[in-house]
């Protein structure tokens, strides 16, 4: 089992950066994808990032550019640096593992971004 606990969310004024961290409990091997998704009020779960060591880290659309995926293989954590926030990223921030077919996921955190 892997258990995940994220950090970082809160509330930004649009324009401004946060940074999400995901650290796992349990085992998690570095050919295993890390990543975060998010869900907006009325709106389906859809990804934002994903990384995976020895590959090129991947993005959803709307964040391509202003956020960036990173991985502590050691601490097994994951981080989201988003950058140039926007009202339309306010969602809950999911933290995600894949491991040999099986996924996890964390609680979420809730990131609001409003002036």
């Known amino acids: 089992q892997v258990q995940l606990a994220e950090s970082g969310g809160g509330w930004v004024q649009p324009g401004g950066s946060l940074r999400l961290s995901c650290t796992a409990s349990g085992t998690v091997f570095s050919e295993n994808t890390m990543g975060w998704y998010r869900q907006a009020p009325g709106k389906e779960r859809e990804v934002v990032a994903r990384?995976?060591?020895?590959?090129?880290?991947t993005y959803g659309d709307s964040v391509q550019g202003r956020f960036a995926i990173s991985r502590d293989n050691a601490k097994q954590t994951v981080y989201l640096q988003m950058n140039n926030l926007r009202p339309d990223d306010t969602a809950v921030y999911y933290c995600?593992?894949?491991?040999?077919?099986?996924?996890?996921w964390g609680t979420g955190t809730l990131v609001t971004v409003s002036s």
């Open positions: 995600h593992v894949r491991r040999y077919g099986a996924d996890f």
């Open positions: 990384i995976r060591s020895g590959r090129d880290p």
